[in-house]
């Protein structure tokens, strides 16, 4: 289906509750959407050991975030790379200081203090809707990114805790490529093995459940701040949808998309 304007989509869920999912639906019904997902991005950044990925791994496997410094840098980049800001990129965030040692910055300094909305076409063209899947976290990241670029639609999905349990333990994935499987409703084909290449399945170090339990305490601190910090826009930005599985919240997230952007 074709969007008639820019959707800007912020995901926000506990950890598990198949935000990745919905991305990728979101992505096969809406095919003028892209997404970015923080997490992926730093599981990228891991695999490859660049600096900001040796530094981001024992952090994430222990369940706690990233430090905001890193992850704005981290978005920035990758918003700018593929053309959704609609300024020139700023100078202190693609030096190549920034950009091959994201670390070594020690406070972000916002590269567009004076505000969002004042992008022009870029940010209003269907083509530029993207997702952003698990980024902002925090509100301190939520109100850095608003001085980048105007989110327009920020969806809180909500699952209760029993059923969000149960899919982490059935959680699996191809650590490779990023495939996700779950033995409750997306099994492998072959148990334990990826279906495109039969190489052996894994958990995610961060769905160990100690770590798991850490994430959902962290989720659960930074996301009440995070959302206030929507509600507050009184514009609308903050839509609310519930659900068991991802299969019931796939149809309101889809008619909301439409009635909104279509
Ligand atoms: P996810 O795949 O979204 O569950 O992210 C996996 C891990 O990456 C999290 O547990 C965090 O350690 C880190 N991470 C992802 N996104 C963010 C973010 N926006 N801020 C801080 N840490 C993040």
Redesign the pocket.
Known sequence: MRLSRAARIILVGA?GVGKGTQTKRLLEKFPQLTAI???DL?RENVRERTPLGIKAES??RS????PDTL?LRLIHNELSTRGFLSRSPSPLILSSTSLSDPLSATSFVDPYPSCATDGGDLQTVPSSSFILD????TAR?ASRLDSTIDMNLVVNIKTPLPALLERIRSRWIHAPSGRVYNTSFNPPRVDGRDDLTGESLTRRD?DDPQAYLE?LRRFEETTEPLLDHYRRKRNGVLWTVEGDTSDEITPKLFDEVVRRFA
């Open positions: 950890p997902s923080s997490g730093l952090v994430m369940g706690r975030l990233v992850m698990g980024f902002p976290r990241q961060d994430r």
